[in-house]
């Protein structure tokens, strides 16, 4: 129980270094239904001890897994990288032990906590731990209120808890994450653009029709240009159309003979 007391403390923290914890609700995670019934199955396999024996240990570690699952699908939030680390030192840990966090006696003494326990124990004493360091080896006295024993792995999840909300709060001197929605300020939606209308197709050009050439009128009284007469084929004998005869071709008239005076030498 101390640890989520310290954990909410932290995340609180940035209200009294000047940043706004509104920014809180701004983040946007995926997949939260996995997270929560993380919590519950974990209570129930650790307050509820029902069916088999290696039951609860089994269940212990799968919610580690699903914890893991549910970081690594939101990792751009941050803090939530050092929240995951620490959560995986403890996973691995309790994996290589049988589903128990080792504890050391020392710090269960310290914590008054040491003592046979009844049904099953997410923390406690491990004959031959394997990482014994990554156990529960930190405590709170017993005289304190809440006492109890902690790991690395759990400190490590307090401190990415509380970086994660100094970092979205933001804090005096320090700018809140660009992911915040409430860091991002809004825009200002601009005038309407009026719409361009469209050009009127212009119509075709309708062609103008080629010019008739009239042969020029023969002035009154003027001779006309004798040329080679076409004649009309004339029909044979049995009727078919004779081969026309060719045009007469004029003849090239010749010059007249110039007499040349004799002259008496």
Known sequence: ?????????????????????????????????????????????????????????????????????????????PGLLAIGLGAASNGVTIALNGGRLPASEQALRLAGRLGPTRGFANSGLVEHPRLAFLG????????????????????????????????????????????????VPATTPGPATTPVPATTPVPATTPVPATTLVPAATPAGAARPKGPRHRA?????????????APAIPRQATAPAVELPVTDR
């Open 233 to 245: 084929p004339r029909r044979g004998l049995a009727g078919r159309a004779a081969p026309a005869t």
């Open 136 to 183: 529960d080896v930190f405590a709170i006295p017993a005289s304190w209120p809440l006492h109890n024993v902690f790991s690395v792995g759990d400190l490590v999840i307090v401190l990415g808890a509380g970086y994660a909300s100094l970092r979205i709060c933001g804090a005096r001197g320090l700018a809140p994450w660009p992911g915040s929605p409430a860091s």
């Open 1 to 77: 129980m101390i640890i989520p007391l310290f954990a909410l403390v932290l995340v609180l923290s940035p209200a009294l270094l000047g940043g706004r914890l509104r920014r809180l609700a701004g983040v946007r995670l995926q997949h939260t239904w996995v997270i929560l019934g993380t919590l519950v199955v974990q209570v129930v396999a650790v307050e509820l001890p029902f069916g088999p024996s290696w039951l609860p240990s089994a269940t212990h570690v799968a919610t580690y897994l699903a914890a893991g699952l549910f970081v690594w699908l939101n990792r751009r939030v």
